[in-house]
């Protein structure tokens, strides 16, 4: 029943920006903690950005200073801001949500790609 729907991906080109949003659906549960992976082909999934309940974020050290990870707790919607972009972030970029008791839950994910 619970459903991550991303959406605002797309193609950019190098130095430009990016919004994506992923809101949460089918559940009453509280969400705690949201974040941001990314995976390219070959490479493993790595995490990019998260962001606790409370607030408390933290960054993957290729994006720091460049991604800023976001909350609305009343839409239930988790988002990050992508500026500077590189080549290098060309991946597809999926969310997740630790939902309640129910446990972690993934996004389709979204294709970001970045032309130089």
């Known amino acids: 029943q619970v459903q991550l729907v991303e959406s605002g991906g797309g193609l950019v080109q190098a130095g430009g920006s990016l919004r994506l949003s992923c809101v949460v659906s089918g559940s009453a549960s509280t969400i705690n903690t949201m974040g941001w992976y990314r995976q390219a082909p070959g490479k493993q999934r790595e995490l990019v950005a998260s962001?606790?309940?409370?607030?408390?974020?933290k960054y993957a050290d290729s994006v720091k200073g460049r991604f800023s990870i976001s909350r609305d707790n009343g839409k239930k919607m988790v988002y990050v801001q992508m500026n500077s972009l590189k080549p290098e972030d060309t991946a597809v970029y999926y969310c997740?949500?630790?939902?309640?008791?129910?446990?972690?839950?993934w996004g389709q994910g979204t294709q970001v790609t970045v032309s130089s």
């Open positions: 997740n949500a630790f939902v309640g008791w129910r446990g972690q839950f």
């Open positions: 962001i606790t309940s409370s607030g408390s974020t």
